[in-house]
């Protein structure tokens, strides 16, 4: 997948530093990362990120902040407004797994990065979260979803979705992500369900 980049800067050296700095963040995490590395990978000088970003947080935090908040704007037009539980779940782990096959790399820095380094931004975005806990309130409105704490029940479907990803990442799954994400959306349906 191409990194999203202001349409002003697509001419410079920026998309070649971002995939840099991305592969280098992947790799050894953000703060082992330095700016000598990344340029390195990217064939260019260290104030070429400079002209930029004012440091290797600020590229991270942008990264981060850009490409998650297009892997949720993605998930959330697909969403089906008037989907069931089981169609809205199966729609948001699909987008999810085919986000991851197009670019795991990218992925894996939205999902590794968040509970490390950039925890703690200030600058906020949509998340998977949200969109999970926009899927169980309607779900629970039309008498869909168990009647249990929504942001618990959130946290166990999000850890169901990351988890198979980070498995993925770390070889334990093999394959494309997309042909598990019916199995996956139905485990999902399965704990989040009102039962019958």
Sequence with gaps: ??????????GTKLPIILRAALE?????????TTTKEIADRAGVSEGAIYRHYAGKQALAEDLYITHLDYMTS???KRMP?????????????EGCFRFFDEDPALFSYLILS??????????????????ILDILNDG????????TDLEVLSACLIGMIIRVAVFRI???????????????????CRVAAKEA
């Design 24 to 32: 280098c963040f992947t790799a050894k995490g953000i703060h082992a």
């Design 1 to 10: 997948m191409e990194l999203i980049v202001d349409e002003k800067k697509r």
């Design 114 to 131: 968040e509970h490390s380094e950039l925890g703690k931004t200030t600058r906020k975005v949509r998340h998977i979260r949200h969109l």
């Design 81 to 93: 407004a008037e989907g069931s539980l089981r169609e809205k779940l199966f729609t948001l782990v």
């Design 170 to 188: 770390y070889g334990l799954v093999e394959g494309k992500m997309v042909a598990l994400a019916p199995e996956v959306a139905e485990a999902c």
């Design 74 to 76: 993605l998930l959330e």
């Design 140 to 147: 629970r409105s039309r008498g869909e979803v168990r009647d």
